[in-house]
């Protein structure tokens, strides 16, 4: 895989999230952002402040990559977009994108050529469809990351995944983002060959919104290799829709672990 191929998939990634200030950072501070017809955004924060519009009519999107073709140091895309309209409607629609990196592998041009009109030509859902969404109370959620975590003691991965929205993005701290809760069972399976689970003791939740929680812990391991007791503490922000996890941000000090990356690359 190229690099620049490589460096597009995370962009997508990290815009499958619908959180546009992710998507954002991908991009230079002097940028040209053209969606169709659109206006061209040239930074990053010009992207923010055009999303507005796409964010209310938009939950989910997904990008299937069909094929790529890299000229003249562009990167040329074809691609099948899936979208999950606010009332529920799903549209899968074709595009053909044209990016370009700078030196530090940010996008300094993106282009995205598309009809996206079937998408916004639903209609937006009333306030009681909206309403119709699962809300979890303090005690529902706590009760929730409790299970997960026995699930994860057990390493009892099928029940551990079930706790997860299939679109799931697992970070810890600078690393690379995770998607998919297959994929975070994979990475977690790599820790646990060195690192044995033991305990995670709470200090605090703080329910930061409906659908976002932070805990504060000590996650407690043994090293498989020296026997040594490993303790790491960390923040965890979680962040909940219709009753799954649909983002977890692990903040850790693991200068006890002897890890210099939580990843198997």
């Not at 679109?167 to 690379?176: E, F, P």
Request: with cysteine.
């Amino acid at each position: 895989m190229s690099k620049n191929l490589e460096q597009a998939k995370r962009l997508f990634a990290a815009g499958e999230t619908m959180q546009v200030e992710r998507f954002a950072e991908h991009f230079s501070d002097e940028c040209l952002y053209k969606f169709a017809n659109n206006s061209a955004a040239h930074s990053p924060q010009e992207i923010i402040n055009g999303s507005e519009e796409f964010l209310k009519r938009v939950t989910s999107v997904k990008h299937n990559i069909v094929n790529h073709h890299e000229s003249g140091g562009r990167l040329y895309l074809q691609m099948e977009i899936s979208y999950t309209c606010a009332n529920g409607a799903q549209h899968t629609l074709p595009c053909c994108d044209a990016l370009e990196f700078d030196e530090k592998g940010k996008v300094k041009e993106l282009r995205i050529f598309m009809d996206i009109s079937p998408v916004y030509n639903e209609p937006l859902p009333s306030h009681k469809q909206e309403n119709t969404e699962i809300s979890l109370g303090h005690e529902d959620i706590k009760k929730k990351v409790s299970e997960m975590y026995a699930a994860l003691k057990k390493e009892d991965w099928k029940l551990f995944e079930s706790f997860f929205h299939e679109d799931v993005v697992y970070k810890v701290g600078a690393n690379d983002p995770v998607v998919g809760p297959d994929k975070i069972s994979r990475t977690l399976q790599y820790i646990y060959k060195i690192l044995k689970l033991t305990t995670h003791n709470q200090r605090g939740l703080w329910k930061a919104d409906d659908d976002t929680v932070i805990i504060e812990m000590d996650a407690n391991y043994v090293n498989k290799l020296t026997e040594k007791f490993v303790q790491v503490p960390c923040t965890d922000i979680y962040r909940f829709e219709n009753g799954k996890i649909v983002e977890w941000r692990v903040y850790p000090d693991a200068s006890q672990t002897g890890f210099t990356s939580w990843f198997n690359k």
